[in-house]
């Protein structure tokens, strides 16, 4: 599968984006998908996911709340609405697929996801 993610840009303290990941060559139906970031000098974080054919969705505590990740099945794509953004929101956002969910996201890192669309950044001002 191919993923191009979208949707960044610049926004104010308290205002949404919503970022997509298009897929191409497989179903995002057939994957885990999960959106990462990246802040400057930070490691890569897992933001949220959303289990393939389930219900099952995870959210980092600091994103509760305010983010929500879906599937489009008509556009074969997962969607990150991110409402009420922060400045430590800030980052360089990244879509991946896994084969398989496992119990604990918590656990998961970057190494586990085989397949990642190009990043796309996300700048709040304060």
């Known amino acids: 599968v191919q993923l191009q993610a979208s949707g960044g840009g610049l926004v104010q303290a308290g205002g949404s984006l919503s970022l997509s990941c298009a897929a191409s060559?497989?179903?995002?139906?057939?994957?885990?998908m999960s959106w990462f970031r990246q802040a400057p000098g930070k490691e890569r974080e897992l933001v949220a996911a959303?289990?393939?054919?389930?219900?099952?969705?995870y959210y980092r505590d600091s994103v509760k709340g305010r983010f929500t990740i879906s599937r489009d099945h008509a556009k074969n794509a997962v969607r990150l609405q991110m409402n009420n953004l922060k400045p430590e929101d800030t980052a360089i956002y990244y879509c991946a697929a896994r084969w398989s969910w496992s119990v604990s996201p918590t656990s998961w890192s970057a190494a586990d996801f085989a397949y990642w669309g190009q990043g796309t950044q996300v700048t709040v001002s304060s």
């Open positions: 060559g497989d179903s995002v139906s057939t994957y885990t």
């Open positions: 959303i289990r393939q054919r389930g219900a099952n969705t």
